[in-house]
């Protein structure tokens, strides 16, 4: 059974400050790892990662992936009280050609504090 | 206009009543899905479909049916709603792996 584990679950710190944010994974036949930020409505994606080693940087976020242990991480640095939100990583398998359903984590809540 | 809607947006109903939650695209993606959310849990996904003739079982499908009517819609229906339903339920679509989600329907079973 694919698993999708994050940590924390919770977090608070002051503005300005760097977070990052963990996640660990099992799946057969990984095929990518997606980063979406949800707020009070749907979530909104922020990164796919299907590569080592190899960062993703969208302003002040960034996102790699390590494959070989089986995790990812979710940085964003100076911190503004709009980051305020749960951040959910995803798993992609590959599912033989049929539709690729994500196995989600339970996301970080993530609060900035003014 | 957006994407992928849903309705209704909230719903509270009875238990052992029949509920149908419905999705539409514009994207044009063949592939949707439907996940839950419940507070601490993340989302599960509960079915998925790759077209018009394709219906797969996701992780938590038991008390849940689906139908595919057209490429562009697709629908979740509870048979007989139970309290241990309510929950917050999106909709999704893709064409490669991102998944674009809809509003969500805050359901609600008393």
């Known amino acids: 059974e694919d698993k999708v584990v994050q940590s924390p679950l919770s977090l608070v710190v002051h503005e300005g400050d760097t977070v990052t944010l963990n996640c660990s994974y099992e799946?057969?036949?990984?095929?990518?790892l997606l980063w979406y930020k949800q707020e009070k409505k749907a979530p909104t994606f922020l990164f796919m990662l299907t590569s080592s080693g190899i960062e993703k940087k969208s302003g002040r976020l960034s996102s790699i992936l390590d494959k070989k242990e089986l995790f990812s991480i979710l940085n964003i640095t100076a911190t503004q009280t709009g980051d305020s939100a749960v951040y959910l990583c995803?798993?992609?398998?590959?599912?033989?050609?049929?539709?690729?359903?994500?196995?989600f984590g339970k996301g970080t809540h993530l609060i900035i504090q003014p | 206009d957006a994407d992928v809607t849903q309705t209704p947006r909230n719903r509270i109903t009875k238990t052992g009543k029949r509920i149908m939650l419905e999705c539409s695209q514009t994207?044009?993606?063949?592939?949707m899905y439907w996940y839950r959310q419940d507070p601490g849990l993340g989302l599960q996904l509960i079915y998925y479909s790759f077209d018009v003739k394709d219906i797969n079982k996701g992780e938590i499908s038991d008390g849940y049916s689906v139908s595919r009517q057209a490429q562009a819609k697709f629908s979740l229906s509870l048979e007989s709603a139970i309290p241990n339903q309510t929950a917050l339920y999106f909709c999704?679509?893709?064409?490669?792996?991102?998944?674009?989600f809809g509003p969500g329907t805050r359901l609600t079973v008393l």
């Open positions: 999704a679509t893709s064409d490669t792996l991102e998944q674009f």
């Open positions: 995803a798993v992609v398998p590959y599912s033989g050609g049929g539709a690729d359903g994500l196995t």
């Open positions: 799946v057969t036949n990984f095929r990518s």
């Open positions: 994207k044009g993606h063949d592939r």
